[in-house]
């Protein structure tokens, strides 16, 4: 009678290479940390916004219309409603102390365009603009701020927000922002 040959005796083939493993595992290093740098939020912060004007916020825009109204060549501001998320820089003068949780209605110069593309002769040489390609209902933004909106803005504001007697901001320079 034969043995029959025992499991421990058996033959296997060789396991992966050396090479194969550390491929493999470097690809998973890679991966974990490809998904760790998507998940961080971007802040918005740049060298712009964080010198600009004389307040920055990072706020959610509560109320804005669904599109801006389309009138022609006339260059307007348009005023809208954020919560401020947080304030990483006072007003300098403390005339307006801002909190997290607050409402603030900011002017923003010609809403219709990309933030990019929003410098013209109106305005002037000073720095206008951001990174910000819509003003959408809900995002968040991080914005360099000024104040006595009605001195600011160049060719006037289309202002729909309430209450009326309170100053409202100018928007310098804005950020699209993940919280």
């Known amino acids: 009678m034969e043995a029959r040959p025992s499991h421990a005796d058996a033959a ?9 493993a550390t491929a493999v595992i470097a690809a998973l290093v890679a991966a974990v940390w490809l998904l760790a740098q998507y998940g961080r939020g971007d802040d918005g912060e740049d060298p712009f ?8 916020v990072t706020a959610r825009l509560v109320d804005c219309p669904d599109e801006f109204p389309d009138l022609g060549a006339y260059r307007y501001t348009y005023v809208v409603e954020y ?3 947080a304030v990483h820089r006072q007003d ?8 997290p949780g607050e409402r603030i209605f900011v002017g923003h110069y010609r809403p219709r365009l990309p933030r990019s593309q ?6 002037g040489d000073s720095p206008l603009g951001g990174k910000l390609a819509r003003i959408v209902r809900g995002d968040v933004h991080r914005m360099a701020l000024d104040y006595e909106l009605a001195n600011l803005a160049p060719s006037g504001a289309l202002d729909y927000c309430f209450p009326a007697g309170v100053n409202r901001f100018f928007a310098v320079w804005t950020n699209p922002a993940r919280p």
């Open 49 to 56: 916004v964080a010198q600009l004007g004389r307040i920055e």
């Open 118 to 123: 929003i410098r013209d002769a109106d305005w």
């Open 12 to 20: 296997y083939p060789p396991g992966p290479g050396v090479l194969r």
């Open 92 to 99: 300098p003068a403390g005339k307006y102390v801002l909190k």
């Open 83 to 85: 919560e401020v998320l």
